[in-house]
Every structure is written in C-alpha cells, then in structure tokens.
C-alpha cells in the first residue's frame, strides 16, 4: 500500500486478521494450509478472492474458497453489482497440477471434462524479466543460473512436463521444503553413500558417486540435509563423505556395497579412522526401494531443505513404471538408502517378481 498507493489511509485489526479502507470495505487475510484455517473461511463470504502460491494449495482447498464467492456488492456510484472474481498466482509447479488442469487445458482436473464455461478461465504469465526496474540483477543472473528445470519455472514460467504416475511429484516437494532454515534437533543423523565402483585414476570417466545427508527430527519427520554428490574416485569421494559426517556431527555412514563392500569401508575407514559404518545391500531395484518413501514426501514426514536441483531432477524421474531419466540416478540412491536407515519400519508396498528357479524332480521305481 505504501509504494502503490500512499494517499490511501487504513486500519489494520491484527487480531482479527483484516484491513479496513476509508470506504469501510475490507481485505481480508487467511490460510488454506490446514483443516482448521479452512473451515474458518466457511462462515465468510467475499466478492473477491486471491490466492497466493497457488501450488501449495490442495484444490480440495480451493474448492472450499470458492464456495465463499457469494457476496453480493452494489458500486454505488453506478448501481451496479460488482462481479465476483478470483485471482490464482504461482511459480509453475508439473502439467500434474490442477492449476495446469484447469487454467491452460480448460478441463475439470478431477473429471478431465473440458469446462463447460471455458470463457470464465484465463492465465497469463509474468516474469522476472518483465519487472527487471524493480529487481537487483544479480538475482535475474541467478536464475539464469540455474538448471534448466528451475529456469522454466522461476525464470520463464512454464509448467513443468509432468512424469506419469511419478512417484515424487514436484508439487509434493515443493509444498513441504524447508527454505527459512528453522529445524527442530535431530535424533539422528546418516550419511548415505552409492559408490560406483571406479577407482582414482580417471575421474573424468568416473560415474556419480551418491553422497546424501538426512536426519530425523525429533519431531519424528526426516530432513534431506545436504547432496554432496560427486564425480570422483575413492581416495576424493571418501574424504567427501567423512567431512559431512563431521560437518552435521552425524551418527553413522551407511554404504551400498554390490560394488565392493570390502573396498567401500575400507575407504571411509581410511578417511576417517573411527567412522560408524554400516553395509546395506541391493537386494530390490532402485524404484521398488523407492516407492515406499513417495507417501513420506507427499504428506511431509519427508522433507528437502532448500534447494537441491540435481537430486530434485532425479526423484522427478522416478515413476511407479520404472525411472524415465538418463544414468543412474546415484544422488537419489543415496537419499534412500539414508531414508531407509532412518524409517527401518517402511516396507515395500510391492514385491518384485520372484525369480524362477529350475528345479529337477527325482523319480525312483523300485
């Protein structure tokens, strides 16, 4: 209000969450972010609402909100009713989300109908770029300096394509992510390791070798802490792995070992002498010891803190069909095997086809 329109004096009533224009209309401030601040809106009703971050909005959320459009205003200068409307804002999240759904296809996202009043909807982009006199530029240079994941969504605005039936949507990451740095104490802390098995004489050959941080709140919610995933061989990977072991003064390594577990421990072992150190073994595929951590980040007993684009792009490419992206997803491995460490209790909501075995029958005739 001061930089838009700072001729125009009002009341703020802090306790009751609203302000009051010279014109005795009112704005009202509100959330959607859970059961109860929902249901509050249900005795309200308004001729305009505006939704802020539409992404993190459940549309179970939305469809609430909407019922309160219901007011009715005469502008008396015209003696004519207001018409009610309602604004939507959001930074793209996936082609999955229901705003995509909704304000770009024109179709009901539950029924996937085509809407039948199509005219009432329309979208329009804003970027950074188009408001470049009131931003620092550094920051547009640090959105040109991200991924090209992040850039189609914070820099140009686009939706996102969407993996079916992924597993860790990037809604769900999103809506959970911890950005202001508060976290509770931690009961535990793993570091998690998928090595590939190459060795210290070429690292530019080398694969990614998975090196993820997560710890378990006492809260009884796990955090992502740090990807520390890096392309090297052993002798650097080791010392990678036992610095962030120091850094977050965590409690264990936990290592993947069908490359060598032997050599594996031997590495972090030579590193750092006294290490806690726990072998783990693949005995299911990367998407079936996943799967069961997908309802953990979509309710939020998962959570990433901050940004991490290189392991975001991986888990965006798990899907309940199997993983669509390109390699080996190493940085998402790790988190797992971390994850798994930490929930010991989460099973596998499917098994893997049991291998057929050959079996010969003996018949003796006496």
Known sequence: MKLCFPEIEYRISVQDGFATLPNDSQIWFGGLDDKERVEKVLGMEFVTIALNETSQIPKSSR???VTRLA???????TGQSMRR???????????GHWTYRLFIEKRDPDTKEFL?????????????????????????????GLNARLQRRFLKGEFADTTENALFPEEDVDKWRVMDGVLPDMQRIVVAVDPSGSGDEDN?????????????????????????????????????ATTAFDRHSADMVVAEINFGGAMV????????????????TASRGKVVRAEPFSPLFSDGRVRIVGNMALLE??????????????????RADAMIWGLTELFPGIVSPRKEPPKKVFQRQAVWAG
């Open 313 to 330: 792009d991986e888990l965006s490419a798990f899907s309940t069909q199997g993983y669509m992206g390109n390699g080996s997803p190493n």
């Open 204 to 240: 530019a050959a080398n694969d990614e070798i998975g090196i993820c941080v997560v710890g378990l709140g006492i809260n009884g919610i796990g955090y992502v802490l740090e990807d520390c995933a890096v392309k090297a061989g052993p002798t650097v990977w080791g010392n990678v």
């Open 63 to 65: 469809d609430v909100a």
């Open 116 to 144: 039948a009043d199509q005219n009432d909807y329309a979208a329009m982009q804003v970027n950074p770029e188009d408001n470049q006199e009131n931003l620092p530029t550094e920051y547009l240079d640090t959105l040109k």
């Open 265 to 280: 421990q031997h590495v972090i072992k030579t590193s750092r002498a006294k290490t806690p150190f726990k072998q783990v």
């Open 85 to 95: 409307k309602m604004f939507y804002d959001e930074n793209p999240p996936s082609k």
């Open 71 to 77: 007011q009715n205003v005469t502008v008396g200068a």
